[in-house]
């Protein structure tokens, strides 16, 4: 009979369990309490994040660009189908069904104006006090980057510079600095495709829209410019019209009734500020590179368009709740 090794008070030990191992150091007990001094500093909180500067302003060029090309891509479609909504803007018996990050990232207005969203998350209501197309052609830029009645246009297409300046002043208004950007560069396009014809071809001076150009499309424009309230947002927008007289002159001499016409109407208040465009041009031609634009860049359209009086211009065309 075998004996059992327990009964002489020794535990029989199993022979398959091997040494035991020292015990594992846990990686955070290597770790101490951190001092104040060691803690930075939180940013201090966003009091109204609706009205905080466009992400996309802070960041390069480039960035920005590259950004934006990718976005458009998607941001078109949304606009031809506005799915997720949360603002719906209402001018005359237009609605617009569009997005707030889009409008606070493009408008300098809609950054100052545009409401918290409702509490029942229902989409914020503006309402606006001016001309439906003004505010369509404004927000559907701010989609798909194109303002197609001022693209690739000849302008001696009756109605193209006066369509031209109207939406020029609609983004100024609404302090979209691309949009205004994007409209300095068609018109000052089509004053240098106009200007390579008129000195390649002569005749093409001749052209009866010449006179649909010179005597309504022109003094149209000069029109919605010099009544502008605030001139100095039109400061781009009048070299530009300088230049292009500039490109014309030779035309006019060769038209006798039109220097009749400058002293009458309109013209006799006209001509001193043309006079004056016309000088300030000229230094600017001087003092800039031959390759160089004569259409500011985006920063300088920026401070543009931060005056303060442009901002009180602004708060007349929301209408009240």
Request: glycine share 4%.
């Amino acid at each position: 009979m075998t004996r059992d090794a327990s009964l002489d008070g020794k535990a029989a030990r199993p022979r398959n369990l091997s040494k035991s191992k020292p015990p594992v150091s846990r990686g955070w007990e290597s770790f101490s309490t951190p001092s104040k001094s060691d803690l930075k500093p939180a940013p201090p909180p966003v009091t109204n994040p609706w009205r905080k500067p466009s992400p996309l302003k802070m960041v390069s060029k480039e960035l920005r660009d590259k950004t934006l090309t990718w976005l458009s891509r998607f941001e078109v479609s949304l606009w031809e189908k506005p799915l997720c909504s949360d603002v719906v803007v209402v001018c005359g018996a237009n609605r617009f069904f569009v997005h707030s990050s889009i409008l606070i990232r493009e408008s300098g207005w809609f950054r100052e104006h545009l409401h918290p969203p409702e509490a029942d998350g229902s989409a914020v209501s503006v309402k606006l006090r001016c001309a439906p197309e003004a505010a369509g052609y404004c927000v559907r830029f701010m989609y798909t980057r194109r303002v197609e009645i001022c693209e690739g246009m000849d302008i001696l297409e009756p109605g193209y510079l006066t369509r031209c300046v109207l939406m020029y002043c609609s983004a100024v208004l609404f302090r979209v600095d691309s949009m205004v950007s994007h409209i300095l560069g068609c018109v000052e396009t089509a004053f240098t495709s106009f200007a390579e014809k008129l000195n390649a071809q002569p005749h093409h001076g001749q052209h009866a829209d010449m006179n649909v150009l010179v005597y309504i499309d022109l003094p149209g424009s000069l029109e919605l410019i010099y009544v502008a309230p605030n001139q100095d947002t039109m400061k781009p927008m009048r070299l530009l019209m300088a230049r292009f007289i500039d490109s014309i002159l030779l035309w006019l001499s060769g038209h006798p009734w039109f220097a009749s016409d400058l002293g009458r109407g309109k013209w006799v208040e006209w001509v001193p500020r043309l006079l004056e465009d016309q000088a300030e041009y000229r230094r600017a031609l001087a003092a800039r590179p031959p390759s160089k634009s004569l259409v500011p860049d985006e920063a300088a359209v920026g401070e543009l368009l931060s005056n303060e009086r442009l901002r009180q211009e602004g708060n007349t065309i929301m209408e009240d709740a």
